[in-house]
């Protein structure tokens, strides 16, 4: 399948972002920040807001960069001629002085013009300064495609969701659903979420994607984003992660395996983090004794580099409640954090979600094993939450009083 069928496949795939976007920012007239990692479909998903493709602009291209750097308010004027356009500048934040030309040209023809911008590298920058954007935009995310996303462009409000926690049910009409879905699953555990390997479905083709992109995040948005010279040893680095994913990440350990200095590890680390390599979840320590308080534990965005096969589930059931967490945040519906649960005893759940600093739910992940881990009852009385087992498996869902452990399927088949 060529890359141009690829491209067409990726727009009949409604991101479930789309609507809030219209809704709840472009519709009022807000600028939209649209961040993400590279590929995974921002261009294609923007572009579809478009009913003139002229106006896509990237950073990228020179002939933008000298129209714009000449005089944005002729830029502006050319546009405007055209009615009450959308605009999209794509990798804008490249552009050094990007905020307050931004904030300038936002105050100046807002009300003429709609503006969704765009980033493979974190758009954060924009909560600093003294010239905040803030007031000026909504913030969205855009991941790889998760199993709900496919199953169901709309999904459950958090509301929903959250009385479904409280007591979770499947229809036999829902189970059949899901079980006509399960080949979602199996394709994005071996061709990961990103729209051009996942509609590919080729392990070969996935392997040239892969590399091709940790080159590009690493020789050119690395690059281009910081002022790192040792490129080389940043990619020894990224080999490395892989083979941590799940585990509490020890930079001092990654400092002896580099022989480097440990604040460039830290540094490199926090890099790789804001090019999308990479996202980091914290322990959760808020009345639990004796928790860990510092180590983070490292999952990839495309969880297909992690060999291990449980790892890799547990990677790909970490991404799906990052997007789960960043949906609910980003449309104001919730304010939640997704961490896990360890003690100095070495006990440990893989994952919990709060709400406004409130334990909502825990997660345990197994690849296979169905037998209830009992784990968690070391903090479910600190936690007093309903906690999750969730499997791989297809076609699990067995309830206990204080658990329950069910297939992944039947847990994310209606959630962002």
Known sequence: MSKEENTKKAKIIQRNIQKPILELALNRHKMVFLSGPRQAGKTTFSKSFLSDVSNYKSWDQPSFRKVWTKSSEDFAEQVIGTGFPLIVLDEFHKNKKWKNQLKGFYDKFG?????????????????????????????????????????????????????WVQSPTISDGERKQIQSQENIIENLFKYSGFPEPFIARSSELYQIWSQNRNELLIRQDLRDLSNIIQIGQVEILANFIPERVG????????????????????????????????????????????SLKKEGKIYLFDWCQVENEGARFENLVALHLLKLVHYYNDTGQAKLALSYLRNKDKDEVDFIITNKGRPLLTIEVKLSDTNLDKTYLKFQKYTKVTHFQIVKTPNIFNLYPTAKVISFSNFFWKLP
């Not at 980033?119 to 995310?141: E, I, P, Q, V, Y």
Request: charged letters at 20%.
């Open 111 to 163: 009300d003429h013009i709609k503006i969704l911008v765009t980033g493979s590298a974190k758009l954060n920058t924009f909560r600093k300064g003294a010239d905040s954007l803030l007031g000026r935009f909504n913030h969205f995310h855009i991941l790889p495609f998760s199993f709900g996303e496919l199953c169901n462009p709309t999904p459950w409000s958090f509301s929903t969701f959250d009385s």
């Open 247 to 290: 585990s509490p990440l020890s930079l001092k350990s990654l400092q002896e395996d580099l022989d480097g200095s440990y604040t460039s590890i830290q540094r490199w680390m926090k890099s790789l983090s804001d090019v999308y390599y990479h996202f980091e979840v914290k322990p959760y320590s808020k009345s639990i004794p004796r």
